[in-house]
């Protein structure tokens, strides 16, 4: 388990256990006749002009402009098999959930959690915790299904949470704001593990030490109303701690 010395925190082991030619002919056509070939000055002048091709670094940069048009959204959304896990919250917080593509990739998947933090802990103390986030299928008329694009499974902005078979509220999407932002750009160079990070130093009522625990999920897409997320931890034969399913009833 590799962990940063720089936002670890030896207490929070107690709590948790834890990738040519150019358009131009070069023979000028001419004119025959029965006596003698003869060019025909006009004709030659007009046909030797070449036609302009776009030069090759401008064809690139216009495709690289074309292609940055949808690429922000597209990252933010895309995930493979393999995706980047953080947890994380103030002591006295809510619980919030993020899914990278990458570590350094923006969350394709950021929710807030009506379970403190500190009883999350708790359960996983415990042993094995699987969290089911449920929200309902919208329900749309015949006539405007054709017009209507499908939501994604992981744009959907309400769940309600079960944890361990309890029901623990509601968990909510969230935009990466600054301050989340914050947060996974202070763990990016983790892979795996749990620890501490210090108070950002304002005024903010909410503020103070943020715990988090960071892991590596294995992703499974069941259909688009269904998909999984585990935990694998290297330290217990491969066995998930911490299981999160997405079910759209």
């Given at each position: ?50 036609k ?8 690139s ?5 074309l ?5 922000n ?6 995930l ?8 994380f ?5 809510h619980?919030?959930?993020?899914f990278q ?15 403190p ?27 405007e ?94 066995t ?10």
């Amino acid at each position: 388990m590799a962990t940063s010395s720089q936002y670890s925190s030896s207490s929070s082991k107690r709590h948790f256990h834890w990738t040519n030619k150019v358009g131009s002919d070069d023979e000028v056509p001419t004119f025959k006749s029965e006596e003698k070939k003869e060019e025909h000055p006009k004709s030659n002048l007009s046909m030797q002009t070449p036609k302009k091709r776009l030069p090759a670094l401008a064809v690139s940069r216009l495709r690289l402009a074309l292609a940055a048009l949808g690429r922000n959204r597209s990252q933010s959304l895309s995930l493979g098999s393999r995706v980047v896990g953080t947890l994380f919250g103030n002591r006295r917080g809510h619980v919030h959930f993020a899914f990278q593509k990458e570590p350094n990739s923006p969350p394709a998947f950021l929710i807030e959690l009506a379970t403190p933090i500190s009883g999350l802990v708790k359960e996983m103390a415990s042993g094995l915790v699987r969290i089911a986030l449920e929200c309902d299928k919208a329900e749309i008329k015949e006539e405007e299904k054709n017009n209507k694009a499908a939501v994604r499974l992981l744009e959907e902005p309400m769940w309600r949470t079960y944890c361990n078979g309890k029901k623990s509220g509601f968990a909510t999407r969230r935009e990466c704001g600054p301050k989340e932002l914050k947060i996974l750009k202070a763990v990016e160079p983790i892979s795996m593990g749990a620890g501490v990070l210090p108070a950002a130093g304002d005024h903010e009522a909410d503020d103070g030490e943020v715990m988090y625990m960071r892991a590596k999920f294995e992703r499974i897409v069941g259909s688009r109303d269904s998909e999984a997320f585990y935990m694998m931890n290297p330290d217990s034969n491969g066995t998930p701690e911490l299981s999160i399913y997405l079910l759209r009833v």
